[in-house]
């Protein structure tokens, strides 16, 4: 349970805020590069943290993330004409490259240097993996590029998609590290999505409904551990990394690619869930692939006409809005639900999270929670932003997880014999090491 004040600290990431300030310590995803798939594209909306931004590509292939609004009259940019190295405003053409530098004023005679004196809000917006990513802080604050497992193997071994989801980061990314909820809400779909069946480890899941948490602190977050009934007395343990301020990574199944998320405010009520998989030494097959874009695992399906805009259909702007969403009650199936195929009668993984973390409202009331040993993931992760939140703003201190040495984790399921401890015994295991396969059961 948390005191109302500690809520609204914990979810409010506008400008000027305590978490918006953490948030702005940290380079995040803004756009797929399959966006902004050539020189001279549409421009694309992106709103982040709050921010209302436009995203282009110009002719000399640079990225830009400026302010969506044109500093003349304040119309959105997003309808100029992206052309011969800058966006011009199609009210009355005023024009600006990717610093938001505005270079040409039409009314006003050149020599007159008018326009050298306007300059847009800007960001930087750099290719890294298959996403663009964005830092929103100060600049002399700016980080070195972000380096995340999956965003650093060959482009063949990683996928990322992302889904609009109604409701505050906070809220889904909790999600992300309540590991208890896998054994009820996902457990229809253990054995048959193709990205998460066959394995082993899936029938400990299944069969011990009381997992033991323990949680300990890692240098850039945490590392929680599930611990459940192996046979012969060991231990089956799964471990989520969970990164700060809002990356989590699933541990693994098999030799299934590794899954894990992003989550991203775009505001208060709004986020991105961005969903990765990778594998650290094979390529993904076409069947993983084509299961990906087909919404199997912890992707989901898109509604028609906002699918992604992939290589055939590049220019249709996606509005990566699931194709199950609120205003369908997430077609919902009673009859699936009662036969046991599902267990809340949602479909698929990303949707059964989704549903019921907006069912929580926009941003979700903590003061009447009622929270248990389970968990104390979700406990020390908020009391963790917090206190880094705090530092931040009170004493300017870099919070943990800017460091890319942080980012650097792995999610690993093992069985270990009851008296290994798994921050000892797992080490190696949860540390991104290139060209060594993930450790999982
Ligand atoms: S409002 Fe953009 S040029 Fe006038
Ligand atoms: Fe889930």
Redesign the pocket.
């Known amino acids: 349970m948390l005191r109302q004040e500690q809520n609204e600290l914990l979810t409010q990431t506008g400008p000027g805020t305590p978490m918006g300030q953490l948030f702005r310590s940290y380079w995040v995803p803004a756009l797929l590069d399959e966006e902004l798939p050539e020189n001279d594209c549409p421009p694309v909306r992106v709103k982040i943290l709050s921010e209302r931004l436009l995203a282009f590509r110009d002719s000399d292939g640079r990225y830009g993330l400026i302010d969506e609004f044109?500093?003349?009259?304040?119309?959105s940019?997003w309808f100029g004409r992206n052309e011969e190295s800058g966006l011009r405003?199609?009210?009355?053409?005023?024009k600006y490259d990717v610093t938001g530098q505005c270079v040409d004023?039409p009314s006003e005679p050149h020599e007159s240097g008018f326009c050298q004196k306007i300059k847009l809000k800007s960001y930087p917006l750099v290719k890294r993996g298959p996403v663009l990513w964005t830092y929103l802080g100060p600049p002399d604050k700016q980080p070195p590029l972000p380096e995340w497992e999956f965003a650093t193997v060959p482009a063949e071994q990683t996928f990322i998609s992302k889904r609009l989801q109604d409701c505050n980061w906070l809220q889904a990314m909790e999600g992300g590290i309540d590991s208890s909820h896998v054994s009820f809400l996902h457990r229809g779909d253990l054995g048959s999505d193709p990205l998460f069946k066959g394995a082993k480890g899936n029938e400990y899941n299944l069969s011990d409904m009381q997992p033991h948490f323990e949680v300990v602190e890692q240098p850039g977050g945490l590392y929680i551990g599930a611990r459940r009934n192996a046979e012969n007395g060991n231990y089956y343990w799964r471990i989520t990394p969970w990164v700060m301020p809002c990356f989590t990574m699933i541990p693994p199944r098999g030799d299934h690619p590794i899954h894990g998320h992003f989550w991203v405010p775009i505001d208060d009520e709004n986020c991105w869930a961005w969903s990765y998989d990778f594998h650290p030494v094979r390529a993904l097959t076409k069947r993983e692939l084509d299961d990906m874009r087909d919404g199997a695992g912890v992707h989901c399906k898109y509604i028609p006409g906002s699918y992604r805009p992939l290589v055939h259909c590049k220019y249709i702007p996606g509005s990566y809005r699931p194709l199950a969403n609120k205003d369908n009650d997430y077609l919902i199936d009673r009859a699936a639900q009662k036969a046991g195929k599902t267990f809340s009668g949602v479909a698929g993984f990303a949707i059964q999270d989704a549903s019921l973390q907006e069912s929580m409202g926009p941003i979700c009331d903590r003061t009447k929670e009622n929270l248990v040993s389970t968990d104390n993931g979700i406990i020390m992760a908020r009391h963790r932003l917090m206190r880094a939140a705090k530092a931040l703003v009170d004493k300017g201190i870099a919070p943990p997880g800017v460091d890319p040495a942080h980012h650097r984790v792995r999610a690993a399921s093992v069985v270990l014999p009851p008296d290994q401890a798994f921050k000892d015994a797992a080490k190696e295991a949860l540390t991104a090491r290139p060209g060594v396969a993930q450790s999982t059961v």
Not at 89 to 94: D, M, N
């Open positions: 044109c500093a003349h009259r304040g119309v940019l405003c199609s009210y009355h053409g005023w004023v």
